[in-house]
Every structure is written in C-alpha cells, then in structure tokens.
C-alpha cells in the first residue's frame, strides 16, 4: 500500500551567521493513510520546519514530497495554496484565530476561502464544533474563550474542509494539564471515528506516549528504536 505522506531525502537550511545551517538533512518519512504519529526532539531541531515543508507552507533545498496523488516540490506557489486548503489541516500551539470574528467564523473561515458555499461552510463548521464540544460557544469571539476553548476552536478550523491529513505543532503546548488531556483524547477520537491521519509535533511525554508510532529528530533525521525511521 503507497502511503498517505511519503518524503524522501528531504533537505533544507536556513541562512546564519556562521554559513548555512542545515535542519533536514536527506530526512525520510513515510504515514500510512489512518497512521496517527508523534515526533519529539529537543527544542530547535527542525520539528516545526519538517510540517512547514510537508504542508507546503515552506521550500526545501533536495528531496521530494507526495501527500497522496499529489508531489508538493513540483507544484508552484498558487497550485501549494489550493492543495493545504483542501487537504491539509493545521493546529499550532498559538490559536491565531481572528478576534473580530466568532468561534463560527473563524471556523468557516477556510471553507469560505475554498470557495465551499456560505451555507455548507457554516453546516460543517457547526458540526466540527458540536464535535469538538463547543455547540454553546458558536457566538462567543476568542477573547471570551479560554484558552482550551480556544485551541478547541483552531482544532474545528484545522478540520472544516475535512482534509486528508492534519498537521499538528505543539498542540497543548499552551494548555494547562486538564485541558491538554481533552485535547489528547479528541486526538485519539477523531483518528479512530474518521480514520483521520494525524502528524503530531509535541514536547509532552503523555501526548506522544498515546501515539502508535513515536519518532525522534535529531541531526536532520528521524529516530526510532535506535535506528533511522524510514
């Protein structure tokens, strides 16, 4: 079976002081369609830049990228904008929702850019939101939501237009214990109810502990088992 993510010899630097300072260095990574996997390392690593290249919201020097049918590296920029759209979902640590806009609105938000009509926009935002527990909060903007509440918002806007693969960074970095275990166990439910596949950046030992599959970055690659994942 091909599987849903599959990166092979990534490579990618970022300018510095010193010369070129290489993060991904000939990385692999393969998720099998329904996979849900966590990736850990120390702090600067290259975590959150190997989502940002498999998202196609960051370039990479070397290497290839396919997230099903689609090859990330041979598309351009406008192509890379309609494919996160409609199969990429995102959760960050920082919500980033509008705070002019409502609980609803910010999760119709990407819908209504893909061009999903107003009225199926709004049925699936108000059902990712009865999902995710906050069918009470629809009028509420961020500033009168807590901060679970909040990241529960961006998780609903991350699965709006229902994408194939959800990138999560450091989802509960922000949350206190109680609501980062709610957070965990929605994870857990949606992978199993929807067969959602799941890319999980996270410095919490419990969350990544939950994961079927755990892997390490460290210099440029990925870990496990004391050996180089493929």
Partial sequence: MTP??????????????????????????????????????????????????????????????????????????????????????????????LPEFTALENVMMPALIGRIPRASAEERALEILERVGLSHRTTHKPGELSGGEQQRVAL??????????????EPTGNLDSHTGEEIHKLFTELNEELGMTMLVVTHNPELAARMPRCLRMQDGGLATDGGIAA
């Fill in 4 to 97: 849903l993510v599959d990166a092979v010899g990534l490579v990618k630097s970022y300018a510095a002081a010193g010369g070129p300072l290489a993060v991904l260095r000939s990385l692999d990574l393969q998720v099998e369609l329904g996979e849900m996997v966590a990736i850990v390392g120390a702090s600067g690593v290259g975590k959150s830049t190997l989502l940002h290249v498999l998202g196609g919201l960051d370039t990479f020097e070397a290497g290839t990228v396919r997230i099903g049918d689609a090859v990330i590296d041979r598309m351009d920029d406008d192509a890379r904008v309609v494919f996160r759209n409609r199969h990429v979902g995102f959760v960050f640590q920082f919500h980033h929702l």
């Fill in 156 to 169: 609903a806007r991350g699965l709006v237009v229902r994408p194939s693969l959800l990138l999560a960074d």
